[in-house]
């Protein structure tokens, strides 16, 4: 088993930043990609940002530019430092990875961005 937790969330004024981290522990041997989703209220889940063990980075249009996702392998930490944040960027962030074909979840941390 695998066990991932976010922190870094909180309440922010729009145009500040926040970083949110990942940490996975447990049975950990190789895992490969890491993630990180939103759920607004409302709204369904969305894919923010994806990072491979390779470092490969992909990202939402949404965020493009003002999102930017890492890892530390040594530290099986991922990262999500979040700039110019918008009150539409208020959600619940989620903490996703995969290792030998298994999905983990974290619980999520809160993201508020006041206007």
């Known amino acids: 088993q695998v066990q991932l937790v976010e922190s870094g969330g909180g309440l922010v004024q729009a145009g500040g930043s926040l970083r949110l981290s990942c940490a996975a522990s447990g049975r950990i041997f190789s895992i490969n990609a890491m993630e990180w989703y939103r759920r607004a209220p409302g709204k369904p889940r969305e894919l923010v940002a994806t990072i491979t063990s390779y470092g490969t980075t992909n990202y939402a249009d949404s965020v493009k530019g003002r999102f930017t996702i890492s890892r530390d392998n040594a530290k099986n930490t991922a990262y999500l430092q979040m700039n110019s944040l918008k009150p539409e960027d208020t959600a619940v962030y989620y903490c996703?990875?995969?290792?030998?074909?298994?999905?983990?979840w974290g619980k999520g941390t809160l993201v508020t961005v006041s206007s």
């Open positions: 996703k990875a995969q290792q030998y074909g298994i999905l983990y």
